[in-house]
């Protein structure tokens, strides 16, 4: 668990961490949107349930 970012300022500590949250995925969601707007999906890259038993366990031994 994070600590406070502005102990004693519970409001702008929510802002910081919301902040801190949107920017570490807001990459991801450029990328899927660019995808998007020229007409391929996730798929293109990969990102895909197509074979899952050989997807999932090395994604999950690099998240680990």
Same mark, same amino acid.
């Given at each position: 668990? +994070? !600590? *406070?970012?502005?102990?004693? #300022? /519970?409001?702008?500590? &929510?802002? &910081?961490?919301? $902040? *801190?949250?949107? =920017?570490?995925?807001? %990459?991801?969601? @450029?990328?899927?949107? &660019? @995808?998007? #707007? +020229?007409?391929?999906? %996730? =798929?293109?890259? !990969? $990102?895909? &349930? =197509?074979? /899952? !038993? #050989?997807?999932? /366990? /090395?994604? =999950?031994?690099?998240? !680990?």
């Amino acid at each position: 668990m +994070n !600590g *406070s970012q502005a102990p004693g #300022r /519970p409001l702008y500590d &929510l802002v &910081l961490q919301l $902040v *801190s949250i949107a =920017s570490g995925v807001a %990459p991801a969601f @450029l990328a899927f949107y &660019l @995808l998007a #707007r +020229n007409g391929e999906g %996730p =798929s293109a890259i !990969g $990102v895909d &349930l =197509s074979q /899952p !038993g #050989r997807d999932v /366990p /090395p994604a =999950s031994l690099v998240a !680990g």
